[in-house]
């Protein structure tokens, strides 16, 4: 036990240092996009809480490096609350793996240089889920008052949030029977962020909703996997499917096992938004941490010679879209 909580301390380390020193060229990229400006001339877009925290650290500095910091000092906190989210839900011989490949994966190191408020959903999302499963399996009300916290410190942000909700009400219905969750007390506390939703929000979250052709969901699945959607075949996709296939053989025992099916809720129901909604990013990168999450479980499943294959291929892939990016 002290051999894996040492091994699980060093590798959150190691991850921090991977993301915040694969994201430094990314904060240097010259003047704010469009796309970036309009968190700070449009308040419309963003709750209350994003945009008071925008307005402070944009009162320190308008200089675009400074800015680019927010988002990624969100995904390393993301980073350290996914240390612990990943510990209860694939469990603490995967909580290494899937913390370095949360860190490198290109879309995070991507979303952690562009102002936004992405990174934050994540973290603000991974505290709800990690609160919801210490909740379910002990019904402490600290877990129930975290739980709350956090969910509704997300919605103070955006209302992609919502995804992260929606996988613990249907997780809770399912494992109902298999749940330590005081289920009255559960479904009360609901009515916190369904009001908030309304005061602060008050918009159909399936608006926009459309039937991708083939092409738009591979190129979203190249986005989610790789960072990228190129033309053409696309290996590191392929790669990073076929480890997640890996990662849900690991978890076979989901219809069981409440933690399991939790993480293979928040693999697909967000990969299922990211793919049918408008502007999902948040959704994809929410539903990549579960994917690291299953694919860390999955790599154990192989001898040690596959998986250094298998992880020098996915590391490869991975550097091919650095280049894309940075090049």
Excluded: K
């Amino acid at each position: 036990m002290a051999r894996e909580s040492t091994s699980i301390h060093l590798a959150l380390g190691a991850a921090l240092l991977l993301l915040a020193g694969l994201s430094l060229p990314g904060l240097d990229a010259g003047p704010l996009t469009p796309q970036e400006s309009r968190w700070l001339t449009d308040p419309a877009l963003t709750g209350p809480l994003f945009g008071l925290l925008l307005a402070a650290w944009s009162a320190l500095s308008q200089d675009p490096f400074w800015l680019r910091t927010l988002p990624l000092a969100a995904a390393l906190t993301a980073l350290v609350i996914a240390r612990f989210a990943a510990r209860q839900l694939g469990g603490a011989h995967a909580t290494a793996g899937a913390l370095v490949l949360v860190a490198a994966a290109p879309l995070l190191v991507w979303q952690a240089t562009q102002l936004g408020p992405d990174t934050l959903i994540l973290a603000l999302a991974l505290g709800s889920i990690w609160c919801f499963a210490g909740y379910a399996r002990q019904g402490d009300i600290a877990w129930l008052a975290g739980w709350t916290l956090s969910t509704a410190a997300g919605l103070l942000v955006r209302p992609e949030i919502l995804w992260a909700v929606l996988i613990q009400w249907i997780a809770a219905l399912l494992y109902r029977r298999r749940l330590h969750l005081p289920q009255g007390l559960w479904w009360l506390a609901q009515l916190g962020p369904i009001v908030l939703f309304l005061i602060v929000w008050n918009t159909p979250m399936l608006a926009g909703t459309t039937v991708p052709s083939l092409d738009t969901l591979v190129d979203r699945w190249m986005v989610l996997a790789t960072g990228a959607a190129r033309p053409g075949p696309n290996p590191g996709a392929i790669l990073f499917g076929l480890l997640a296939l890996f990662g849900l053989a690991a978890a076979r025992d989901a219809r069981r096992d409440a933690r399991r099916g939790l993480l293979v809720l928040g693999a697909f129901i967000p990969t299922l938004l990211f793919f049918f909604l408008p502007g999902g990013l948040p959704y994809a990168t929410g539903a990549l941490a579960c994917w690291c999450m299953l694919i860390a479980m999955g790599l154990r499943l192989h001898p040690r010679w596959l998986r250094q294959l298998l992880w020098s291929g996915l590391a490869l892939s991975w550097a091919f879209s650095y280049w894309q990016l940075y090049g």
